[in-house]
T-cell receptor, first 117, second 108 residues
Framework: EAGVAQSPRYKIIEKRQSVAFWCNPI?????LYWYQQILGQGPKLLIQ????????DSQLPKDRFSAERLKGVDSTLKIQPAKLEDSAVYLC???????????????FGPGTRLTVL | QKEVEQNSGPLSVPEGAIASLNCTYS??????FFWYRQYSGKSPELIMF????GDKEDGRFTAQLNKASQYVSLLIRDSQPSDSATYLC????????FGAGTQVVVTP
């Protein structure tokens, strides 16, 4: 079974530029998550989708971050404009369970390492 | 703010010994708990999950959950150099809160 795919793996941009990340979850997984992991910290949830609907985006900085999951499969996360503090690894994860289920083992993709100069 | 707390380490463990990792959580509504292993520069990898009070064993790993004390632990028996990594504890209900992780260093 193929795992969660993400691209690009690395991205370097200057502040105020825009950037987009792509994620393809494990086939059949209903729930998709985007996390931000800053060096030395645990992953922080940015947004959670169940199929193509948003379950939780309470920690997404909506003035600069946006995400969509068209057709309930692939997802993109965009940052516009980027700030220095956005430098982090952006992790996509998927889960077979529904968004409100407690049994939501999450499987992570390889991540995208973003550096904002 | 609902939090998951872990000691950052590093936890130095001799090869062959037992590594004991601890995690506390503040949200009494949390129902499911997960341990992830994260090698440097890699993404988290799920190694254990536990939902019920008590112990759960899987190979060299044992997870322990005490909901009354809001405490989760992970034991790694017969520690190997390949176990050297950061271990992330996560808990929640639908939405997971991650701790910052405990770095484990297994020394030959």
């Amino acid at each position: 079974e193929a795992g969660v795919a993400q691209s690009p793996r690395y991205k370097i941009i200057e502040k105020r530029q825009s950037v987009a990340f792509w994620c393809n979850p494990i086939s059949g997984h209903a729930t998709l998550y985007w996390y931000q992991q800053i060096l030395g910290q645990g992953p922080k949830l940015l947004i959670q989708f169940q199929n193509n609907g948003v379950v939780d985006d309470s920690q997404l900085p909506k003035d600069r971050f946006s995400a969509e999951r068209l057709k309930g499969v692939d997802s993109t996360l965009k940052i516009q404009p980027a700030k220095l503090e956005d430098s982090a690894v952006y992790l996509c994860a998927s889960s077979p369970a529904g968004g409100l289920s407690s049994y939501n083992e999450q499987f992570f993709g390889p991540g995208t390492r973003l550096t904002v100069l | 703010q609902k939090e998951v707390e872990q000691n950052s380490g590093p936890l130095s463990v001799p090869e062959g010994a037992i590594a004991s990792l601890n995690c506390t959580y503040s949200d009494r509504g949390s129902q499911s708990f997960f341990w992830y292993r994260q090698y440097s520069g890699k993404s988290p990898e799920l190694i254990m999950f536990i939902y019920s009070n008590g112990d759960k064993e899987d190979g060299r790993f044992t997870a322990q959950l005490n909901k009354a004390s809001q405490y989760v632990s992970l034991l790694i028996r017969d520690s190997q150099p390949s176990d050297s990594a950061t271990y992330l504890c996560a808990g929640g209900w639908g939405k997971l809160q991650f701790g910052a992780g405990t770095q484990v260093v297994v020394t030959p």
